[in-house]
């Protein structure tokens, strides 16, 4: 069982960065493939992008590639999402998401076990 919980989600505007921390739950961090989806109202949940369990291996969904980074500290059970050059499209809940399964790169919310609440991004034009 793992429980996850997101924070560092706010209004900012287009071009500003935001870091969005995941504090995991658990003394199997390490063992989860970690991954961000977002979730726009209206809209289905969006994968943004997944990390391996070392955090050595990383993917991204085309929308975010150059301008998202995500990273892990398994010493903290934390993960990280930096998100720089905001545009208002990414404006959206932000959910953390862990997935015990093998898949790889797995983009589909289905692949993953636990979900933590959500934080919200708004990026103002």
């Known amino acids: 069982q793992v429980q996850l919980v997101e924070s560092g989600g706010g209004l900012v505007q287009a071009g500003d960065s935001l870091r969005l921390s995941c504090a995991a739950s658990?003394?199997?961090?390490?063992?989860?493939?970690m991954a961000w989806f977002r979730q726009a109202p209206g809209k289905e949940r969006e994968f943004v992008t997944t990390?391996?369990?070392?955090?050595?291996?990383?993917w991204y969904a085309d929308s975010v590639k150059g301008r998202f980074t995500i990273s892990r500290d398994n010493a903290k059970n934390t993960v990280y999402l930096q998100m720089n050059s905001l545009k208002p499209a990414d404006t959206a809940v932000y959910y953390c998401?862990?997935?015990?399964?093998?898949?790889?790169?797995?983009?589909?919310?289905?692949?993953?076990?636990?979900w933590g609440q959500g934080t919200q991004v708004t990026v103002s034009s």
């Open positions: 658990g003394r199997t961090f390490n063992n989860y493939v």
């Open positions: 990390i391996g369990w070392s955090g050595s291996l990383t």
């Open positions: 998401a862990a997935m015990s399964g093998r898949t790889w790169p797995a983009q589909s919310p289905r692949d993953y076990n636990y």
